[in-house]
């Protein structure tokens, strides 16, 4: 097939040294980039270097190195504050991951203002991380986790929204991208929608940063969470975006060293932002290795990346539905690079172990999404999710796979 | 490896008509297999006879190696008492997890679960339904999960 990207692929895929290592004895066809992508070789550079040039703890010593890994940490930050085009640093907080943001959200910002019969706006589609943090607030506070629906294409109808906000509506969360389901959500609409009740709205981007352009202040979005190593940087960094008028206002979350500017046993005072919210070392590595990917997808361009990802959804939803027998599970207009699957007679388990015999990883079971699984009766889907280095050519394998397995199972 | 080793044609075939394969009714007693990682869901039943297996049952959804072990163990197992089929299972267990485990001659179509630890990740399919079981003839009827 001649369609190629708008970039050298063959150059990029030489850059993830993971892509080139047989599985199997097979070449890897890697389709998992959903729960985790590969790292390029500047992401790995970068830590290294970090490691080998500039690490001590940030903020701490008068010596060089001390200096060295602050402004690496707090130059990573700014890379991040222009990536989401945030207006300030001081809205950029570091945490573990998407995860660890919006339980930061939740106990901080949600918890002191939550009264019984309060409510959490949640959609049906959303990740196990943005669905179990509030109802841990709520069994705290006596408040409750209300659903907006899904249709049976797992979309997600903003009018849902309109009519579920109300007056004791305390916070709308809502994924930018299902993970389960491919859906890519109309959060402006939506934050516009809530904005208007004066309900705050927290997106959890952990799907949607690999694959396109985000810009907090045109989606007016209040607090907005992803995670590093979806993003082809490294595990154990994310990034908690917070409106800084509400983040001033929330109390810290966790308390130890960096989060403070003075200790006495009479009172304790708080540093300022971002540092409230970041007590005890940072993963200083991880923030400079994201930096490196954020660098990395840049530079590529996310507009590049998001077309060739959309023909590789073209590519894979035809090649797929060729094969008699499988349905598609999550069919939304606007979908972003993944597909989720059943095939009549083959349990997604089983068909995960038989694609990975010929080295063809996919993710298979509920994705951390039950309830959006749940909603097409089915226990369990098979899920190829797409990064901006695979090729037409792996949507091949996957599809012959998926009838060798098919066959097998006859 | 080959996948034929983990899908033998016993494991197909009893995963596409599973024996005994439906409900007991009381006093029949009934325990529940989850298998969180893949939306396993087993309920076995078991009548029991002074201690003796007289009639088992399963029903629910699951993979091929789950249904399968399933079906051949509701086969294998009914004649036996706690200590046999502790003896057996026991038996399964290692022709399950232990690389260098015999696979007894004595198994028969059970000795078609042998291909499946050369894949860890499917180990605890095929063990749910024995756990499961075990769970039910203790008496505990609580729920199992693989977690
Ligand atoms: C939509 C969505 N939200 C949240 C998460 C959780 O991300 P992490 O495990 O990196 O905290 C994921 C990743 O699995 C996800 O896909």
């Not at chain 1, 389960?180 to 952990?206: F, K, Q, R, S």
């Not at chain 1, 349990?347 to 990975?356: K, M, S």
């Not at chain 2, 494991?11 to 006093?27: C, E, T």
């Amino acid at each position: 097939m001649s369609i190629a990207p708008l970039y050298d692929l063959t150059a990029i895929r030489a850059d993830f040294p993971i892509l080139s290592r047989p599985i199997r004895g097979r070449p890897l066809v890697y389709l998992d980039n959903g729960a985790s992508a590969q790292r390029p070789h500047a992401v790995i550079n970068a830590e290294r270097r970090y490691a080998e040039e500039s690490h001590a703890n940030v903020h701490r010593g008068v010596h060089t190195l001390s200096q060295r890994a602050t402004d690496a940490f707090e130059g990573a930050r700014e890379r991040v504050r222009r990536f989401l085009n945030a207006r300030s640093t001081r809205e950029i907080i570091f945490t573990r991951g998407t995860t660890e943001s919006i339980n930061l959200v939740a106990q901080s910002y949600a918890r002191p203002h939550l009264q019984p019969g309060d409510e959490i706006l949640v959609t049906r589609l959303e990740h196990h991380a943005n669905i179990v943090p509030w109802q841990l607030v709520c069994e705290a506070t006596g408040a409750r986790v209300v659903v907006v629906p899904i249709n049976d294409r797992g979309e997600v109808d903003p009018e849902d929204v309109r009519r579920l906000l109300s007056p004791r509506t305390r916070l709308l969360g809502i994924a930018h991208v299902s993970n389960a389901l491919g859906t890519i959500l109309p959060v402006a609409e939506m934050i516009a929608i809530a904005h208007a009740a004066g309900v705050p709205v927290l997106v959890d981007g952990a799907q949607a940063v690999p694959h396109l352009t985000i810009d907090v202040q045109a989606l007016d979005a209040d607090f907005y969470a992803f995670s590093g190593h979806k993003l082809y940087g490294p595990d154990g960094i994310g990034v908690l975006y917070g409106r800084e008028s509400l983040l001033a206002a929330m109390p810290p979350w966790q308390g130890g060293g960096d989060m403070i500017l003075h200790v006495s046993f009479e009172g304790t005072t708080y540093n300022e932002l971002p540092y409230k919210f970041e007590a005890g070392t940072p993963h200083m590595s991880g923030a400079v290795g994201l930096a490196a990917a954020i660098d990395y997808v840049e530079a590529i361009g996310l507009s590049k990346i998001s077309a060739w990802e959309a023909i590789l959804l073209t590519h894979a939803t035809e090649r797929l539905s060729r094969i008699e027998g499988l349905r598609f599970i999550g069919t939304a207009h606007h979908k972003a690079g993944l597909v989720s699957f059943v095939v009549d007679g083959i349990h997604p388990h089983d068909l995960g172990t038989i694609l990975d015999e010929r080295g063809v990883a996919i993710r298979t079971g509920h994705h951390c999404a039950m309830p959006a699984i749940a909603t097409f009766k089915v226990p369990a889907t098979a899920r190829a999710s797409f990064g901006l280095y695979n090729t037409l050519d792996e949507i091949d394998a996957l599809a012959d796979a998926v009838v060798y397995a098919r066959d097998l199972f006859r | 490896m080959d996948l034929k080793d983990l899908y033998r044609d016993v494991i197909l075939d009893h995963n596409k008509r599973p024996r005994n394969f439906g409900v007991l009714a009381a006093p029949a007693i009934a325990a529940q297999g989850h298998n969180p990682l893949c939306g396993d869901q087993l309920t076995i039943y078991v009548d029991l006879d002074h201690g003796t297996i007289k009639e088992v049952r399963f029903e629910g959804s699951g993979c091929a190696i789950s249904v399968a072990s399933a079906s051949m163990m509701t086969e294998a197992v009914k004649g036996l008492d706690a200590a046999a089929f502790a003896a057996l299972h026991a038996q399964i267990h290692a022709v399950l997890t232990q690389h260098d485990a015999e696979v007894p001659a004595t198994l028969g179509k059970l000795a078609a679960l042998g291909g499946v630890r050369e894949y860890p990740a499917r180990v605890k399919c095929a063990s749910l339904s024995w756990r499961t079981l075990e769970a039910a003839i203790a008496g505990a009827g609580t729920a199992v999960t693989t977690e």
